[in-house]
């Protein structure tokens, strides 16, 4: 089983790469706005800082779901990428991943790793914003000269994001990750539905209109609204 944190799929990741020479990603849904930064790395043999992308489509939400499992599975916020990420994709792809597949993959754990992620709440006399990251620690490699993606083998999910985990996850079964895997808009639905029908009281029902619909997920050709670079 997969989880995800109770005000995490209120907005979304791009849908797909902007591209380099976007750092900043910006999101609204309602009164939540959601802003991504682009992180940068320091390069264990360059021993320089690289600019790493923003994490886009669907890999870093199967990443993530399968990261919330595992740190709930150990009880931990330490995790071993290297043991479980494979295991992950293969299950996820149903058929063993070529080195390509699992190099796309890394390479969106490394921008999940990196990027600094705030949100903020906004009503008529204040606003109240949360500025955090998913990921607090990680080490940083490149595992032969045939790969030259960086990456983290282990990784430690920072303290807020755990504790927030650990009380308010919504379990995502893994069955319909794999299904849903090829479209990020299925991805995030699946995860939206998860989490609002988790807790719709038994017997009751809950409107939701059409325009907040809309707004939650009927952008142009499912496009985000990127701002440009700093």
């Known amino acids: 089983m997969g ?4 005000n995490a799929n209120q907005t979304s990741l791009p849908y797909r790469d902007p591209g380099p020479k976007v750092r900043v990603w ?25 600019q790493l992308g923003l994490p886009c489509g ?3 939400r199967l990443i993530l779901a399968h990261l919330n499992a595992e740190a709930l599975k150990t009880g931990s916020p ?37 990027a600094t992620i705030r949100m903020a709440m906004v009503t008529e006399k204040h606003t109240f914003q949360i500025n955090s990251q998913i990921v607090s620690a990680f080490d ?12 983290s083998s282990v990784l430690h999910l920072s303290q807020d994001y755990f504790t927030s985990l650990q009380k308010h996850a919504v379990p995502l ?13 299925a991805l995030d639905i699946y995860a939206w539905l998860a989490q609002r029908l988790h807790r719709v009281p038994r017997g009751k ?10 707004d939650q997920f009927g952008f142009t050709d499912h496009q985000p609204h990127p701002t440009s670079s700093r």
């Open 26 to 50: 910006e999101r609204e849904q309602g009164a939540i706005s959601l802003l991504v930064e682009a992180g940068r790395a320091r390069h264990p043999e360059t021993q320089e800082w690289v």
């Open 205 to 214: 029902h809950q409107f939701v209109a059409w325009a907040a619909l809309k």
């Open 78 to 114: 330490e995790i071993e990428v290297e043991a479980s990420l494979t295991g992950f994709i293969k299950r996820i792809q149903k058929f063993s991943p070529n080195g390509h597949q699992v190099r796309a993959y890394k390479e969106q754990l490394s921008r999940l790793a990196t």
């Open 3 to 6: 989880n995800q944190p109770k």
């Open 58 to 60: 669907p890999k870093p």
């Open 140 to 151: 940083l490699l490149i595992k032969n000269e045939h790969q030259r993606v960086l990456w």
């Open 173 to 185: 079964d893994e069955m319909a990750l794999s299904g849903l895997a090829h479209s990020t808009l």
